[in-house]
């Protein structure tokens, strides 16, 4: 059944920077050059996807357009998790850095088979809140400072709310009801220097 809702675990969908923007398409489908590891989106515009150090995951930003940032936790031949960060364009809610910039997240999951409930159980346990600690190190350095914002999916909140203890904002009237999510500078800090995660 199709409500409106879009697809994905903290993901929406057709959403616009505040300046009215559509995304443009994030870089992941190309070819490696032999040279490196540069790739080559398959589009008009020439994007540019390098792979960062600490082995996060991999980097892109399109030409003219918004920056994106893949988080992934590696392991030979499998990514386990990514998420896609808007690096600029969105702005905190929460007093006291109302207006102030932030990382926002528009798409978070684990791979499949890391998902409890999985045949076997998961692979690995804690890609998600490991995505999200990588997600307040990117803001950190990014200047927002480890504010961070999303909107959830219903089956989402929980991680939100509980693992990730972020400040839930309740619904978004402007972006398909989703629930917000944010956190705040002590918020994020608090949750990246927890050892239990």
């Known amino acids: 059944m199709n409500d409106g809702r879009p697809a994905g675990s903290t993901r929406g969908?057709?959403?616009r920077a505040r300046d009215g923007r559509?995304?443009?398409?994030?870089?992941?489908?190309?070819?490696?050059n032999r040279?490196?590891?540069?790739?080559e989106a398959p589009s008009r515009r020439r994007s540019v996807c390098r792979t960062r150090a600490l082995g996060l995951g991999a980097e892109g930003r399109a030409a003219g357009g918004p920056r994106y940032?893949?988080?992934?936790?590696?392991?030979?031949?499998?990514?386990?998790?990514?998420?896609?960060?808007?690096?600029?364009?969105?702005?905190?809610?929460?007093p006291p850095a109302v207006?102030?910039?932030?990382?926002?997240?528009?798409?978070l999951e684990a791979a499949p088979w890391n998902l409890r409930g999985s045949g076997s159980g998961p692979r690995f346990k804690g890609v998600g809140a490991t995505l999200m600690a990588a997600v307040e190190r990117l803001s950190e350095s990014l200047g927002c400072e480890g504010r961070v914002g999303l909107h959830s999916l219903e089956q989402a909140e929980f991680f939100c709310a509980r693992t990730c203890q972020m400040t839930a904002l309740g619904p978004d009237r402007g972006y398909y009801d989703l629930w917000?999510?944010?956190?705040?500078?002590?918020h994020a800090r608090r949750f990246a220097e927890e050892p239990g995660r």
Do not use: K, N
């Open 13 to 15: 969908g057709g959403h």
């Open 22 to 32: 559509r995304p443009s398409r994030p870089v992941g489908r190309g070819r490696r």
């Open 35 to 39: 040279g490196g590891g540069v790739m």
């Open 69 to 94: 940032a893949y988080p992934g936790r590696r392991v030979p031949r499998a990514i386990e998790g990514m998420a896609l960060v808007f690096e600029r364009g969105y702005y905190a809610r929460l």
């Open 99 to 107: 207006g102030s910039p932030l990382a926002y997240v528009d798409f």
């Open 180 to 186: 917000y999510f944010e956190w705040t500078t002590e």
